[in-house]
């Protein structure tokens, strides 16, 4: 069989490579800042088995292509992985290895050895210095940064079988524990905790911008992308709560209701973001990623948004859009003129 157990545990600060486990069949694809390190410890935990695919370019976050091309057996084992709002992903990495500069000069040993091995922590700490430079600039200079967390996880004509989100991981990850057999524990371990700040108030709109070029919507009904979407909707709440210091309940609905009541967002957004949010939920139902419902349950999707059919629902889904995208738009329009003003 392919792979072979490490020498030592993840606790004591091994190197780990792709984990594979022939008793359970499971192969986890790891992409970075999306929880990896807390589902390799857990399956290190869980399964006595668990071995390394070795050889593999990129270590640990090796891509799903090579590693079936290496070894095409795996193609018959359960795959699965996780991504992550590429926002929010891009500012824990960031984040990350700044945290490490800080750790290896205060004498903190493994910090160090991370910064001396790893290349891309190389290039990027001596050429930006700050989160702006790294997000405007390193997409285009850092083949790593610029490449979408899907192509991780599909190749040799094979896709992973599952794919879960960061944003809801312990109940994803409770699906994947199910599928291979295991006891879910009750909650996931807390490994490599990343920042505690919201990722969207470090953005600004040029930045929010550049990340949004690398990745395009995927399809006319994908809810969170493109123009008009919610990762639009939560950009826009999100500035408002930081330029008023107002409204910053964590709870959206509630947020979009204050900030409504303080004309601070235009009337109805809350309801556009309710029919958007339940659109999602049925669509990822019903459907791939971006694509529409299929004709058989259209109706099913339309009735629990709330509307009488499927023409209604894209209509109501269209002017949803537009009224996101164009209090997303005024606000990008009022930023350079307060920034003049400052």
């Known amino acids: 069989m392919p792979g072979r157990r490490a020498e030592t545990s993840a606790a004591t600060g091994s190197v780990r490579r792709m984990m594979v486990s022939h ?3 499971v192969l986890f694809v790891h992409v970075q800042k999306t929880g990896g390190s807390t589902i390799d410890r857990m399956l290190e935990e869980a399964i006595p088995d668990v071995s390394y695919l070795q050889g593999l370019r990129g270590g640990r976050h090796a891509r799903l292509a090579p590693a079936l091309k ?14 992550r709002n590429p926002w929010a992903r891009m500012y824990s990495w ?57 192509t991780y996880l599909r190749g040799q004509g094979r896709r992973a079988d599952f794919i879960g989100r960061q944003e809801n991981f312990d109940a994803d990850l409770q699906k994947v524990w199910e599928r291979i057999g295991l006891e879910w524990p009750g909650e ?10 919201d990722y969207r108030q470090h953005y600004t709109p040029a930045m ?27 950009f826009a709440m999100q500035t408002e709560q930081l330029a008023s210091g107002r409204c910053r309940d964590p709870h959206i609905p509630t947020a979009l209701a204050c900030l409504e009541a303080a004309a601070l967002a235009p009337t109805g957004i ?3 973001h309710a029919l958007l949010a339940r659109m999602l939920v049925m669509l990822r139902l019903t459907a ?37 995208g164009d209090w997303w738009a005024a606000i990008r329009s009022a930023a350079p003129q307060k920034e003049k003003e400052e």
């Open 23 to 25: 008793e359970r069949r």
């Open 70 to 83: 290496a070894h095409p057996e795996l193609k018959e084992y359960f795959i699965f992985g996780f991504v």
């Open 94 to 150: 960031y984040a990350m290895m700044r945290r490490a500069e800080v750790q290896a000069a205060e004498g903190n040993q493994k910090a160090a050895k991370q910064l001396a091995k790893n290349r891309l922590w190389k290039r990027v700490l001596p050429n930006y210095p700050d989160f702006e430079s790294f997000v405007l600039r390193g997409p285009d200079e850092q083949r790593e940064l610029r490449r979408a967390q899907i």
């Open 188 to 197: 996931s371990l807390k490994v490599n905790t990343g920042p505690s700040t």
């Open 208 to 234: 929010r911008d550049k990340i949004a070029a690398h990745k395009p919507p995927q399809g006319a009904l994908d809810i969170k992308g493109g123009p008009g979407g919610l990762v639009d909707l939560e």
């Open 270 to 272: 809350g309801t556009a």
């Open 288 to 324: 791939p990623e971006g694509a529409p419902a299929p004709a058989a349950a259209r109706q099913l999707v339309a009735s629990a948004c709330g509307e009488p059919g499927w023409p209604q629902l894209l209509a109501a889904h269209d002017a949803a859009r537009q009224e996101v």
